[in-house]
């Protein structure tokens, strides 16, 4: 994408994209499943960030953001930044021209990269840097792991006369297949040494160059396009590695969807069902020129303008559909372009997957979900669905997981549709659906179903993404070491949890919740580690009599749920309980000290202390709590002989109890 909101790509004239008219027809697969690069979702940053400021040194939003990248399996950081690509100075952290500092360097995206155990991108600066600058940025990020680059592009969408270009005088254009192969020639010619010399610096280096799409994408459309690709590719394959493409189907598309002869919603979302066929005419011309090229898209999002498709539920779909579509025809990876809008609070001028403020938009969303299926190294095709209007994807996980995503690109109707494989198991699901949203468009839903129930047809809303998920067994043992306590005694547990019918190794969490009588009474939550074997063993000590359960549970994102109870009865023990006197046998009118001991102590903490002289009433001579050694005392002047009592009204460990001395005088 080029700098400057205002700017439009010089296209064919009245090339908006229509979707395809979603027939109820079957759609097929379209592609066997491929191979997963270790990094297949990306996102665009530029030097140019929009909320750091210059002087200030405030974070930019790419860096902020690494916990929400991390979390949507976005692993690829492509640092360029449109037209401010062929403008950086990477040694300066300045566009040329210019006195102030870019507000997003290289250091800065290399650790963003590394903060999402990722990779970096990297388009050199072509249009006013020089070959030995290129290479020498390739030299520092070999020399240094914390900023090793991935991949790198000799400049930015050269083949539009809207970039920087210090090799081209007068930019000649896309009148006649002669002007563009004039700026092709010039281009190869002049983006050799670079690529010498960056292979010279590091001879593992994978370099690519800029891909031209034909009037099948209206807001990337390079007239003549042949022209470029056939030239560059035939000048310099000898050192290309990849071809660098950036879609977008939309061409002069701004602002809102269905407005003023804008693309609905619907069609934005259908526009992504061209995208095979896309990647087809890119892999028929490598295989002519440069047979083991890669294809990586840089760019992407709805239009080459901003749009209000990343502040709707549109911008999730198209996002997801964008992104599967392109992987499971072969792409190494998709970068959605850019990072960052210029406002705080999502508007209709931008493409962005966060507001200024670091607030995600729906593109994120979009890719949070693509990417249950678009992780690393797995494998991943489109799948067959009884809709037309329903996109199917499939891919199998490096760790052996399925997932399945089916967008619903319709936007009034839903679909019941079964699919092209048969499932068993237990599936998580999260949904995304336009008509189940929340004022900020972020809801997903989380469920789980059967493989068995998916096979016999799946309702899919309208206007939706549902991610399925295969959860691998889980098995739990619970039991007690006894099936009465007394009161204030440790209950102990003991368990095992087994993981795919296997013992589950040492260190795993389960979750063990204790009710009491089915009731909110005293309830709690433990935790348990499993040891060697799976085993685990956990003591508690509930807080009053009762019949109590205790009900372990264990799920995660890779096994079923599984839940094992157990029920104990705590009944009320009886206390130890206490009463002396300090002599027991005194003259008539001597005191003596009578001192109560509650030993173990619970709730209850009060003892009152009687005495009854000899045919006398019973009288209350003390009412306390007991200190921290568990007793009371309290002086008395004998003057009969006397009998004292101590009294305990229990609590809900302990029973009532009484105790009693005697004194003579």
């Known amino acids: 994408m080029w700098a400057g909101a205002g700017v439009a790509l010089a296209v064919v004239a009245g090339a908006a994209l229509a979707g395809p008219a979603g027939a109820a027809a079957a759609k097929s697969d379209q592609v066997t499943g491929v191979r997963l690069s270790a990094a297949p979702l990306g996102i665009d940053a530029s030097p140019v960030d929009n909320t750091k400021d210059n002087v200030s040194g405030g974070t930019p939003v790419v860096n902020a ?57 990297v388009s050199v600066n072509y249009g006013e840097g020089s070959p030995g600058l290129a290479a020498a940025w390739v030299k520092q990020a070999k020399a240094n792991s914390s900023q090793s680059v991935a991949y790198w592009a000799i400049g930015n969408e050269n083949y539009g006369c809207w970039e920087p270009n210090q090799y081209e005088k007068t930019c000649p254009g896309w009148a006649t297949p002669a002007t563009v192969t004039e700026m092709a020639t010039n281009y190869a010619t002049n983006a050799l040494p670079y690529m010498k010399q960056m292979k010279a610096a590091d001879p593992n280096a994978q370099i690519g160059v800029p891909w031209a799409f034909d009037a099948g994408v209206p807001g990337a459309t390079v007239e003549n396009n042949a022209s470029w690709n056939d030239t560059v590719l035939a000048d310099d394959a000898q050192y290309i590695n990849f071809v660098e493409a950036h879609y977008y189907p939309y061409n002069q598309f701004s602002g809102d969807t269905s407005v003023g002869g804008n693309p609905t919603a619907q069609q934005v979302i259908q526009s992504v069902e061209n995208i095979p066929g896309e990647y087809a005419k890119i892999a028929q011309t490598l295989a002519t020129y440069d047979p083991s090229a890669k294809v990586i898209v840089g760019e992407t999002g709805a239009s080459n303008l901003g749009t209000n498709v990343p502040c ?73 669905t009884s809709n037309g209007n329903v996109l199917g994807f499939q891919s199998t996980l490096a760790n052996g997981q399925t997932a399945i995503a089916l967008i619903n690109t319709n936007t009034s109707s839903a679909a019941r549709v079964t699919i092209g494989t048969s499932l068993g198991g237990q599936f998580a699901t999260e949904t995304y659906s336009a008509g189940n949203q929340n004022a900020t468009n972020t809801k ?139 002599a027991k046998s005194v003259k008539p009118d001597k005191k003596v000290t009578v001192t109560a001991t509650l030993a173990a102590a619970h709730a209850n903490r009060t003892l009152t202390i009687y005495a009854q002289p000899k045919g006398g009433s019973k009288k209350q001579i003390k009412r306390a709590t007991i200190n921290s050694k568990g007793q009371i005392s309290v002086s008395y002047e004998v003057k009969a002989n006397t009998t004292f009592t101590v009294t305990f009204s229990g609590d809900t460990w302990y029973t009532s109890a009484s105790a009693s001395a005697s004194v003579t005088a």
């Open 444 to 582: 997903i839903v989380d469920g789980t179903t059967s493989g068995t129930s998916v096979n016999g047809g799946i309702n899919v809303p309208a206007e939706s993404i549902v991610v399925l998920k295969s959860l691998r067994p889980s098995g739990l043992a619970l039991s007690a070491t006894a099936g009465s306590y007394k009161a204030g005694t440790k209950v102990t547990l003991k368990g095992k949890l087994t993981l795919n019918g296997a013992a589950a190794p040492s260190g795993v969490k389960v979750q063990i919740a204790r009710t009491k009588n089915g009731t909110t009474a005293d309830r709690a939550t433990l935790t348990a580690t499993t040891t060697a074997g799976g085993a685990f063993t956990i003591t508690n000590v509930p807080p009053a009599t009762g019949t109590y359960v205790y009900k372990a549970s264990y799920s995660s994102s890779l096994y079923s749920g599984s839940a094992a109870s157990v029920t104990v009865k705590i009944t009320p023990a009886k206390p130890n309980l206490r009463l002396a006197v300090s």
């Open 312 to 384: 709707t539920p549109t911008g999730a779909l198209f996002a997801a559909g964008d992104a599967l579509e392109w992987l499971a025809a072969g792409a190494v990876s998709v970068d959605w372009w850019p990072t960052d809008m210029v406002t705080s609070t999502c508007t209709n001028n931008s493409e962005a997957m966060f507001t200024s403020t670091g607030v995600p938009t729906t593109p994120y969303y979009g890719y949070l979900l693509a990417s249950a299926l678009a992780q690393p190294n797995a494998t991943l095709g489109t799948l067959t």
């Open 65 to 121: 953001v690494t916990p929400l990248l991390k979390a949507a399996g976005i692993t690829q950081i492509h640092y360029g930044g449109g037209t401010y690509a062929d403008e950086y100075d990477w040694q300066t952290d300045k566009l040329f021209g210019d006195t102030w500092k870019a507000s997003l360097d290289f250091d800065e995206v290399s650790q963003a990269a590394r903060a999402v155990n990722g990779q970096s991108f």
